[in-house]
């Protein structure tokens, strides 16, 4: 008898964990967010709140929510609260996170660096014939190798044109053979150092994340990487001298895990894929509008701006084009350089 009473009790178990597994497998199957799926999903991007860049990703929210009737909510996580940018893309590419909108990462794939290149574009509308998602060559190329990483873009966010941001004043800035005399932070990659250099700087690798404490302790001098947009909402205490040189055009890119766009609705992936259409269209005019905003908050905050011609940028640009692009055809690809050369009518 209490043989059978123990049989009984492990077959009743067994049926219990038997549905408990249903259960968990149910849930796993949601969270694709299908059509018949309620699910939160997490957006990162590395503005503050209030920003640009941080109304974009809440409107976004916002309209998904909307579209879908309240299936798809996102949860947003501004200024890098998940972590540095390129931790969370790789993140996105195992589906631990959803969303980002942010800067794309060459950690895993060097030749992402491509879409920084110096002096690619220095004018809106280069900018939007290289950099637009439907046909741009750039970003093209950086859909193409993110889905090599498990990631599908789904807009092109610009944001600026990068500029030298300084704690103490430069030598001789209009004259791009001059040395500067001042060390300055760069992105850890080859073709920033190489820029750094052929500005007239001393360069330091250092990431993102380190570039305040680095400034404030007398590390660096200063830094290239961002826009004045960027060094304004960041660094303003620190920076006293800027050089608005349109170093490259810097843009943002929303970008979600590949597996979990592949697995939706095609009514949610059309749904999407409009709404990032807006929020590229949209930012593209804003970003433009934008474009010497923040040079002027920095005048006004008594920070020396100093005003470039169209001329003396050409002036850097060629220096640059010259000096640094043949190196980094080697480090990107022939091809891909060559798109861009013949895009913009260089030879």
């Known amino acids: 008898m209490k043989k059978y009473v123990k049989f009984l009790c492990l077959v009743l178990v067994l049926v219990l964990l038997s549905g408990?597994?249903?259960?968990?497998?149910?849930?796993?199957?949601?969270?694709?967010?299908?059509?018949?799926?309620?699910?939160?999903?997490?957006?990162?991007?590395?503005?503050?709140?209030?920003?640009?860049?941080?109304?974009?990703?809440?409107?976004?929210?916002?309209?998904?929510?909307?579209?879908?009737?309240?299936?798809?909510?996102?949860?947003?996580?501004?200024n890098s609260e998940l972590g540095d940018y390129s931790v969370v893309q790789e993140r996105i590419g195992l589906g631990d996170v959803e969303?980002?909108?942010?800067?794309?990462?060459?950690?895993?794939?060097?030749?992402?660096?491509?879409?920084?290149?110096p002096y690619i574009v220095s004018d809106w509308e280069m900018a939007k014939k290289l950099?637009?998602?439907?046909?741009?060559?750039?970003?093209?190329?950086?859909?193409?190798?993110?889905e090599k990483q498990n990631i599908k873009l789904l807009a092109v966010y610009p944001q600026y044109f990068g500029a030298v941001a300084l704690a103490k004043e430069p030598n001789d800035p209009y004259n791009p053979n001059s040395q500067k005399g001042l060390k300055i932070r760069v992105p850890s990659s080859k073709?920033?150092?190489a820029l750094g250099?052929?500005?007239?700087?001393?360069?330091?690798?250092?990431?993102?994340?380190?570039?305040?404490?680095?400034?404030?302790?007398?590390?660096?001098?200063g830094a290239i990487g961002a826009g004045t947009e960027g060094y304004y909402t960041q660094y303003k205490e620190l920076i006293k001298y800027v050089m608005?040189?349109?170093?490259?055009?810097?843009?943002?890119?929303?970008?979600?895990?590949?597996?979990?766009?592949?697995?939706?609705?095609?009514?949610?992936?059309?749904?999407?894929?409009?709404?990032?259409?807006?929020?590229?269209?949209?930012?593209?005019?804003r970003a433009e509008e934008e474009d010497a905003k923040f040079d002027k908050l920095f005048k006004d905050e008594g920070t020396t701006?100093?005003?470039?011609?169209?001329?003396?940028?050409?002036?850097?640009?060629?220096?640059?084009?010259?000096?640094v692009w043949p190196d980094l055809e080697k480090e990107f690809g022939k091809e891909i350089f060559d798109k861009i050369k013949e895009a913009i009518g260089y030879k």
């Open 20 to 78: 408990c597994g249903s259960s968990n497998s149910g849930n796993e199957a949601n969270e694709t967010g299908g059509s018949d799926s309620n699910v939160t999903w997490k957006l990162a991007h590395i503005r503050p709140e209030g920003t640009r860049t941080d109304d974009s990703a809440r409107w976004f929210s916002e309209q998904l929510k909307e579209k879908t009737n309240g299936r798809i909510e996102i949860e947003i996580y501004p």
């Open 99 to 117: 969303l980002q909108l942010a800067s794309v990462g060459y950690n895993v794939d060097k030749t992402l660096a491509v879409q920084v290149a």
């Open 131 to 146: 950099y637009n998602s439907e046909d741009g060559i750039v970003a093209n190329y950086v859909a193409e190798r993110l």
């Open 191 to 193: 073709s920033w150092d």
């Open 197 to 221: 250099r052929g500005l007239g700087f001393q360069t330091t690798p250092l990431p993102s994340s380190e570039i305040f404490t680095s400034i404030q302790t007398g590390v660096v001098d």
């Open 244 to 285: 608005p040189i349109k170093t490259h055009f810097e843009c943002h890119w929303l970008y979600m895990n590949k597996d979990l766009y592949d697995n939706l609705s095609d009514e949610d992936r059309n749904t999407i894929d409009e709404l990032a259409k807006e929020l590229e269209a949209a930012a593209f005019k």
């Open 305 to 323: 701006v100093y005003d470039f011609t169209d001329e003396q940028i050409e002036e850097y640009s060629n220096k640059i084009r010259a000096e």
